[in-house]
């Protein structure tokens, strides 16, 4: 079965300082990978994903996330982050499986910006 | 619709009494997913629908729980019974395809038993 690990449940940093959030995932099929955004009080919204092709991959609001399959990993990192970055974040999986398929989330990385 | 709409956006209910929750997908929509979301615990998976089938049920925590959608569209969620730990956010989603679209996701129902 398919399980997505998040390595943090919560990231506090500085404004303007780098950050990453770790994913793991295990599966026995090829995957697709995504990160969604929820921020406070928001629905959950689509940051980036990796279907397939280069295994790094750029999203909105500057984030970007490396696809590594032989740690099995798709961590998520910016350069300079900003208050508004203060949010969760969730990875998820997708794969077939003996179902059909399912679209399996971590439980979620809280970062929290400060100035 | 725009967007993932679901309803009602709170429900309180006493414990033991049926809640049914509401989603309506974006309309040509085939895939659609029910979770449940509770502090700490990130987004539980519940149900996925491909069309009006419901090939993985897996996720359900129990007999109480159950999911239909009508029409390849609107899907209702019936919780039996309820109980306190049944407390939480469910959100449903919805995607184009199956695999490797974008899932959107609705506001959410926040489910209280009291």
């Known amino acids: 079965a398919q399980s997505v690990t998040q390595l943090d449940s919560q990231v506090p940093v500085f404004e303007e300082a780098p950050v990453e959030l770790r994913c793991n995932y295990s599966s026995s099929v090829s995957v697709y990978l995504f990160w969604y955004v929820q921020y406070p009080n928001q629905g959950l919204q689509l940051l980036l994903k990796?279907?397939?092709?280069?295994?790094l991959v750029k999203g909105i609001n500057g984030f970007e996330a490396e696809f590594n399959k032989s740690q099995t990993s798709f961590h998520l990192r910016k350069p300079s982050v900003h208050i508004s970055d203060t949010a969760e974040y969730f990875c998820a999986v997708s794969s077939y499986n003996q179902a059909g398929t399912a679209l399996i989330f971590g439980k979620g990385t809280t970062l929290s910006v400060s100035s | 619709g725009a967007g993932v709409s679901q309803s009602p956006s709170n429900k309180v209910t006493e414990k033991g009494k049926d809640v049914e929750l509401r989603c309506d997908p974006i309309s040509g929509h085939t895939a659609l997913y029910w979770y449940r979301q509770s502090l700490g615990q990130g987004l539980e998976f519940l149900i996925y629908?491909?069309?009006?089938?419901?090939?993985?049920k897996s996720g359900l925590p129990s007999d109480r729980f159950s999911a239909e959608r009508t029409g390849g569209s609107v899907s209702t969620l019936t919780i039996q019974r309820t109980q306190q730990e049944d407390s939480a956010v469910y959100l449903c989603?919805?995607?184009?395809?199956?695999?490797?679209?974008?899932?959107?996701f609705g506001q959410g129902t926040r489910l209280t038993v009291v």
């Open positions: 990796y279907l397939s092709g280069s295994t």
């Open positions: 989603a919805s995607s184009p395809g199956p695999l490797d679209t974008e899932a959107f």
């Open positions: 629908f491909q069309g009006n089938s419901a090939p993985d």
